[in-house]
């Protein structure tokens, strides 16, 4: 395991680059050498030795500007709004939508009718909607996820492993050699063929714990269209972590 180096310290500072004044967060690690970029969803973050000059750094930021800039892009465009937890706002679900639609209740429930979300609260308060949405997406993951694991378990020739509904926000599903697959309730937001995807992916690796070509063979022998749906879950899986 690599050693990790000391934060000394972490400065927010601004670069120009192209016709644009970048922010980044400057970190200066002790026994680092070199310059190191990092892009993600909080921007720029640029870790270097302690004694580089700030104007040598930002030379070679500058040198790295179409990357940055494009990598920034990248990141601005999956960025999502906040979720609308107001009457009539869009709920995402199976790829598709549910209207939200609140009232004033008893105790906080959300039920589905039709294309609506219908969810009433003692107070209306957004955290009391917000509550009471969750809960209800995990209740229907339960029973969704629960007989397409059934139905493609089954068309793969596996055993049916035991399911269990995560909360997980940085990976949709995970296997393990007590065959317990575990997958993200949030993936009731994507389309159809992407949860397929995902479960079939975990369903290979009931017989390869490992991403070996054998275990993409598996993968390819049950989802041929495997390929293009990873990528499209790749690109589109910041929408489905809106909350």
Same mark, same amino acid.
């Given at each position: ?15 120009? !680059? ?7 967060? !400057? ?20 870790? @270097? ?71 009433? @609260? ?11 949405? $969750? ?26 492993? #035991?399911? $269990? ?21 949030? !993936? ?37 269209? #495997? ?6 879950? #790749? ?9």
């Amino acid at each position: 395991m690599p050693r990790r180096l000391e934060v000394v310290s972490r400065d927010l500072r601004r670069v120009q !680059l192209s016709s644009k004044e970048i922010d980044y967060v !400057l970190v200066r690690r002790r026994g680092r050498r070199g310059l190191g970029l990092k892009v993600d969803e909080e921007g720029l973050t640029v870790s @270097t030795s302690l004694a580089m000059p700030v104007a040598s750094v930002e030379a070679l930021v500058r040198e790295s500007e179409r990357w940055v800039l494009k990598k920034l892009a990248e990141w601005s465009a999956r960025r999502v709004p906040p979720a609308d937890w107001s009457d009539g706002a869009r709920l995402p679900y199976l790829g598709g939508g549910l209207a939200l639609r609140t009232g004033l209740g008893g105790r906080a429930h959300a039920e589905r009718s039709g294309d609506e979300l219908r969810v009433t @609260t003692r107070d209306g308060s957004e955290a009391a909607i917000r509550r009471a949405v $969750i809960a209800w997406y995990k209740r229907a993951a339960a029973e969704y996820l629960s007989g397409r694991v059934d139905a493609l378990a089954k068309q793969g020739g596996y055993a049916r492993p #035991h399911l $269990i509904v995560s909360s997980a926000m940085g990976r949709w599903g995970s296997c393990n050699t007590r065959r317990e697959v575990r997958l993200a309730w949030r !993936l009731m937001k994507a389309p159809a063929e992407l949860i397929d995807y995902v479960i079939c992916h975990e369903l290979a690796h009931l017989k390869h714990m490992n991403h070996s070509a054998a275990f993409w063979a598996e993968v390819e022998r049950q989802c041929p269209q #495997h390929r293009a749906r990873r990528e499209r879950l #790749h690109a589109t899986d910041h929408h489905y972590r809106s909350f």
